[in-house]
């Protein structure tokens, strides 16, 4: 007989095919879910990046932005940035929102007394692009006496349109709510809601004092003659001396860009790992459904079917089912990112619309193609290459072993599945080392299952029948131990893995208060009433602690020699070079600060500047005691020696800063104080009527708010990873449904001849229990270390927070994902007690 013709051979296996995937329905459900997750997470991220720069010129507010704090540009300078094109000037600044009565008392209900806002003046050009949206009106310049709010101050003080409003020295009249702040992404992040003056109007508050913390920042609508990234890069290079910060459009909210780039990384690989371990479970599936066609294989071969005709048959119906998943995902996939957009609402920074993302879907759909050819080619390769007789024989006898031409095969498509990997990730080292640790969990997995089986086989056989049974069920001829092991261990890995994550996670949100946390923060207190300060919080709180440092600004411009603004590219985990920082001096080692390199000044120290450096920044850089230091403060470079390092314990909520200097280098610049206040909070509302009063321009930043924000952040994170987790453990489930669907036959075979000796269902039922629960004891171990290593790198190396897992949590999830595991196993067998002995027999 002749080789069968493609057409002919479709027709056979169209025939063969069920029209509802009996048998291949696993393969389907694998693939389909991999591929939807990996789908939907590439069309997310793409299509926030895609909004993000589709709109840069709104975000950003012009063409190009050169941003500066505590200081304006000079007027040379700006009639340099009019020759450019329009020009916008805003000024940005924390300041106290308080309440006015009509009638010059309080306001009104039981809203509080004051709210820390982000105070903007605008001027008449603002915005150059987009369009400031109000609730009830059309936005105009405004004069010096109006004022507009956003949304969740209006709540706050429970204030409307027409109400009077105070910030420092001026009261201003409400004129309408912001519905939408064109800039508001570029702005970055803020500790409060949003407040928009004129520029004059900001001027007539008296807030704007030397030493005020403030942002300005020139919004240039560019002549088209100009292209943004050769003016920003000319400014940078002319001016790289001054500490101005400069974007263009083309990255207009960069630490938003950062953000979702690496988080869509980071779940993209959480959704491929995924798709390997679903990859398992197609090949058990496919081996399941081939040997289901064992007969029907070794008849064609006894006619006369070459081992390509069996190849190619089989192959036609496995590729149809896979390729139908794959589109099924692709579909969902590039459906789900609207709904996500939905449900998260003010989570995410945009919110892009339905748009198809061509390079994600096919980069998924490849994803696909890949695990499916190199999963299902070792089932397929054993159909082809053994002969009739072996095939019948396989019920009760199981060859191994792959032919050269398979196994090259399967190492080109590993290869490419590596290679698209790598090539299509931010950071292909981190991409490298996650999939080479899945890669390592599975070949220890399968080496393990290989380890039980042959353990199995040298131990003296049990007295009970039961155990007996449920031993020899680990090596007997057709056993499917590997593949349970690897099943129930990806299983109880995941779980413990997630729980790992989550209680971790928790234990940062609660470890954002420190035991001993101040109540406020307060910032711009004029450096010369220090006293005045102690004196107002010692008459409202005279049990308070107080922790006054003075504030600065500066940026590094230089370290060991090497100019930041000639870096190709900021070192990783360097976040501290970019843009400006606090900066402090004292002449005692400041609280919540741990010397571990080099000496403390004196405190009468006036020599050549020193400064004094946290020690990850001086890791992260390269530079230790002794090496020089360039900081940009208010326009005027200091090249500063290294004097010491510290250990900075960020989780006090207190003041920590990155460069600290002896009082002699800087005490004569114009700078303001901020103070911590650590009471108890019933003095709250007082205290910020008490000091307001006094000091109009000060900035009173309630420390619960913020923690509240930072919980906030912390738990849509650890929802987002338990979402993209859910997959994995799915996929660990349908591996585990495969590896029972593939020992189906086998166990089937079993349970009639043990059933005609006379074994009851629940004998039967039992075995099988003890040879699942043998597995998952032997397992429990392994997936615990294997789990917590898996969270420990995702907490400490991916998010940098502290590894504090709950144990007993942890342990109680492993305990609940087996028996989860177990009940699964023992539902799949449940069917199989109720085969009859008489069909059984006739299909062996």
Request: hydrophobic share 50%.
């Amino acid at each position: 007989m002749s080789g069968l013709s493609w057409r002919t051979g479709w027709r056979i296996a169209r025939r063969d095919l069920h029209l509802g995937f009996r048998g291949l329905r696993l393969l389907f459900l694998c693939l389909f879910l991999g591929v939807a997750a990996l789908a939907a997470i590439g069309s997310l991220t793409a299509a926030i990046t895609q909004e993000l720069s589709d709109r840069g010129r709104v975000i950003l507010g012009g063409d190009i932005e050169i941003g500066m704090t505590q200081r304006e540009a000079g007027l040379g300078d700006k009639e340099a940035f009019r020759q450019l094109g329009t020009l916008s000037e805003t000024i940005r600044m924390r300041a106290m929102a308080q309440r006015v009565g009509r009638g010059g008392g309080q306001g009104r209900g039981d809203a509080p007394p004051a709210v820390l806002t982000e105070l903007k003046g605008v001027d008449a050009v603002y915005p150059l692009y987009g369009a400031l949206a109000l609730r009830d009106g059309v936005y105009r310049p405004m004069d010096a006496d109006h004022i507009l709010i956003g949304v969740a101050l209006a709540d706050r003080l429970q204030v409307r349109r027409g109400d009077p409003l105070r910030y420092g020295a001026a009261t201003f009249t409400i004129s309408d709510i912001i519905a939408d702040e064109p800039d508001r992404l570029g702005e970055g992040f803020t500790l409060g809601p949003v407040a928009i003056v004129s520029m004059e109007g900001l001027r007539r508050t008296g807030l704007i004092q030397p030493g005020s913390l403030y942002a300005t920042k020139y919004r240039i609508r560019l002549s088209p003659r100009y292209d943004p990234v050769i003016v920003r890069q000319d400014w940078e290079k002319a001016r790289a001396n001054e500490g101005w910060t400069f974007k263009d459009r083309d990255r207009a909210a960069p630490g938003a860009n950062r953000f979702i780039e690496r988080m869509g990384q980071f779940l993209s690989l959480i959704g491929l790992a995924a798709l390997v371990i679903a990859g398992i479970g197609v090949s058990n599936g496919v081996a399941s459904y081939l040997a289901g066609k064992r007969g029907g294989i070794a008849t064609l071969k006894v006619l006369g079917a070459t081992s390509t005709d069996i190849a190619r048959i089989y192959r036609m119906q496995v590729g149809v089912v896979a390729l139908l998943g794959i589109a099924a995902g692709l579909i969902v996939g590039a459906a789900l990112p609207p709904l996500v957009v939905a449900i998260a609402g003010d989570v995410l920074p945009v919110s892009p619309g339905f748009r198809l993302h061509p390079l994600p879907l096919l980069a998924s759909a490849a994803y696909g193609l890949l695990i499916a050819f190199l999963f299902t080619f070792p089932p397929l390769a054993k159909a082809r290459t053994q002969p009739a007789a072996a095939i019948f024989r396989g019920a009760v006898e199981t060859r191994t072993g792959l032919d050269r031409r398979s196994i090259a095969a399967m190492a080109a498509a590993g290869a490419l599945l590596v290679l698209l990997a790598l090539s299509t990730a931010r950071d292909p080292l981190f991409s490298a080392a996650v999939l080479g640790a899945v890669a390592a969990v599975l070949l220890l997995l399968l080496g393990l299952g290989a380890a039980v089986s042959r353990l199995a086989r040298r131990l003296p056989r049990p007295r009970r029948p039961l155990l007996r049974l449920a031993l020899a069920n680990l090596h007997r001829p057709g056993a499917q131990t590997a593949a349970l092991i690897v099943a129930l261990g990806l299983a109880l890995t995941l779980f413990v893995t997630l729980a790992g994550i989550e209680t971790s996670l928790d234990a940062e949100i609660r470890n954002v208060v420190p035991k001993k946390a101040p109540a406020q923060i307060v910032l711009d207190i004029p450096a010369p009433q220090q006293a005045r300060f102690r004196q107002i919080v010692a008459a409202q709180a005279p049990e308070a602690q107080l922790n006054i440092v003075p504030v600065l600004r500066g940026t590094i411009t230089a370290y060991d020699g090497q100019r930041v603004a000639d870096l190709k590219d900021v070192p990783e985990g360097a976040w501290f070079l970019r843009g400006e920082r606090g900066v402090t001096y004292s002449a005692t080692l400041p609280e919540g600060s741990d010397l571990v390199a080099g000496q403390w000044w004196p405190k009468d120290y006036r020599g050549p500047p020193l400064v004094s450096l946290d020690a990850e920044a001086a890791k992260t850089l390269g530079i230790g005691v002794g090496d020089t230091l360039t900081v940009s403060i208010l326009g005027r470079e200091i090249e500063a020696r290294i004097a010491s390092l510290r250990k900075v314990n960020w989780d006090t909520m207190g003041f920590n800063y990155i460069l600290v200097f002896p009082p002699h280098t800087l005490a004569s610049a114009p700078h303001s104080v901020a103070a911590t206040i650590t009471m108890d909070a019933r003095h709250n509302a007082a205290m910020t009527r008490a000091l307001l009063a006094a000091f109009p321009g000060v900035s009173v930043i309630a420390v619960g708010e913020v923690i509240d924000q930072v919980g906030t952040i912390l738990t849509q994170m650890s929802r987002a990873i338990l979402v993209a987790a859910s997959v994995a453990i799915l996929a660990g489930i349908a591996v585990l449904v495969g590896a029972i669907a593939a020992s189906r036959q086998a166990r089937s075979y079993d349970s009639v001849i043990l059933k005609t000796l006379g074994a009851t269902r629940a004998q039967l039922l039992g075995g099988q229990a003890l040879e699942y629960g043998l597995l998952a004891a032997i397992l429990a171990l392994v997936a615990l270390a294997l789990g917590s290593a898996a969270a420990w790198f995702v907490i400490v190396q991916v998010f940098d927070f502290g590894w504090a897992p709950d144990w007993p949590i942890v342990l109680a999830t492993l305990a609940g994902g087996a028996l989860l595991t177990l009940g699964i196993g023992l539902a799949g067998s449940i069917p199989l007690l109720s085969v009859r002995p008489a069909n059984a027999l006739r299909q062996v």
